[in-house]
């Protein structure tokens, strides 16, 4: 057993009620999301779709963080009813939620059934224990047809993992505290 913001945790995946749980600490494991009871999944936690933008502009990553350049994000919009076309071509997308990592806790993100149905898929990176933050994902609109995407709908899930053992240093990279 390990203990996660004062809550007292089986090692491996974090389970809807571990999940409650570290919803209602202090800090929140999650905080923004629209409908709890919708979101909490049996092992995990859906996150919602809040903007998404485009690519421009050329990337660098080097080793370290000093030559690293992220390209522009060009947003775009919803339809007036929240909606939103897309063609086939990769996307940024930022979720409604922020996540904040107790040192004993990491995440994957993987992308709802239903998207990878329609022809689309959502890559993520690893939720480092320690982490704070609003995150993005990048879409990739596979199907030739393209998708039509509702503003706050579910697109992504979490799947939280305790530690062998909490880590002495969370992370500490740029990306901490990101709100966009």
């Known amino acids: 057993m390990t203990e996660n913001n004062g809550v007292e945790l089986q090692a491996g995946v974090i389970s809807r009620e571990g ?12 905080a923004g ?28 990553i080097g080793r370290s963080n000093a030559e690293r350049v ?5 947003e775009l919009g919803f339809d007036a009813d929240g909606w939103i076309d897309l063609t086939p071509g990769i996307y940024h997308i ?29 890559h993520t990176a690893v939720w480092d224990a320690g982490y704070s933050g609003r995150s993005t ?14 503003r706050n709908a579910r697109v992504a899930q979490l799947v939280f993992m305790t530690l062998a053992e909490a880590t002495t240093q969370g992370y500490a990279g740029i990306y ?3 709100n966009r």
């Open 19 to 30: 999940l409650r749980a570290l919803i209602a600490s202090d800090p929140p494991l999650l």
């Open 33 to 60: 999301y629209l409908d709890l009871e919708e979101q909490l999944q049996p092992n995990g936690f859906d996150l919602t779709l809040a903007d998404i933008g485009r690519h421009h502009g050329r990337a660098v």
């Open 70 to 74: 992220l390209p522009e994000i060009e």
């Open 94 to 122: 930022t979720y409604n939620e922020t996540v904040t990592l107790p040192n004993g806790l990491m995440a994957l993100g993987r992308p709802r059934s239903s998207l990878a149905r329609s022809g689309a898929a959502i």
């Open 137 to 150: 994902s990048l879409l990739h609109v596979i199907n030739p047809a393209g998708m039509r995407l509702r």
């Open 176 to 178: 901490q505290h990101e």
